[in-house]
C-alpha cells in the first residue's frame, strides 16, 4: 500500500547549483513543521498499538519548554500546498549530500497513512465515508490533502468511498459519489473518517474515525 514517493522530474526540479539562502529557508523552514507533523503522527502510531495514552505523553513532551506545545495534534498526514513539494524539493537538492533526516519526513508520511488506511480496513467495514478534504477548519483548500492518501489506499482495497465535501460541485471525485446531504452522507457511511473532529458529526460519533485529540489545526 506504500504511496509512491519517488520524486517526478516534472514535478521537482532537482538544483545542482547553489540555492538562494530564501529559497534555502523556506525549505528548511516548512521542511521542520513537517518533521513535527511525522514525529507526533509517530508518537500517536506508537501509543495506539501500545494502548498508551496518547493526550497525557504529548502533553507531557510538550510540557518541555525546549519543544513547546504547537504542530503536536495528531493527524492523518502532512498534506496542502507547501509541506508535501518542499519536503521532497528538499529531499532532491540533497541527492549528492549524506542525509537520513530529510529522507525520513517524507517516507514517514506515506507510512502514516498506510496506518490509517489499515487501521480502518480491518474494521471491516462495507462503506467509508470521507468527512470533507480540507486540510484545516475554515479553509476551502483540499490540494494534496492527507486523507486524498488514505482514501486512495482504503479504496484500492475494494472498500467503498463516499465523500461529503460542499465544497466539489461535481458528482463524483476519484470515481467516488460526492453528497451534499450530510444526513444522507451519515447514514450510507459505516464508519466516517474525519482529519478534525467536527460538532456536525457528533450526533454519529460512534461511527468517526478521527486522530484528533487537541482540536486544533495546529
Known sequence: ??????????EINIIHTESSEAEAIKLFSNSYLALRVAFFNELDTFCS??????????????????????????????????????????????????????????DSNSTRK????DEIIQKNPKCVGIYRLIMKNGSDNYRSSAVQGVMKRVKAKGVKVVVYEPLIEEEKFFNSKVY?????????????????????????????YTKD???TDL
Open 114 to 117: 498506510d496506518f490509517i488506511a
Open 49 to 106: 498499538l501500545n494502548e498508551l495514552n496518547v493526550r497525557d505523553i504529548i502533553s507531557g513532551v510538550c510540557s518541555d519548554g525546549r519543544i513547546g506545545n504547537y504542530y503536536n495534534n495528531p493527524s492523518f498526514g502532512y498534506g496542502g500546498y507547501c509541506l508535501p513539494k518542499d519536503t521532497k524539493q528538499l529531499l532532491a537538492n540533497y541527492d549528492k549530500v549524506p542525509n537520513n533526516i530529510i529522507r525520513a519526513i517524507v
Open 180 to 208: 451534499q446531504d450530510l444526513d444522507e452522507f451519515k447514514k450510507v457511511s459505516d464508519i466516517i473518517i474525519s482529519n478534525r473532529n467536527s460538532m456536525e458529526l457528533k450526533d454519529v460519533e460512534e461511527k468517526v
Open 1 to 10: 500500500m506504500a504511496e509512491n514517493t519517488s520524486l517526478e522530474k516534472d
Open 213 to 215: 485529540i487537541f482540536e
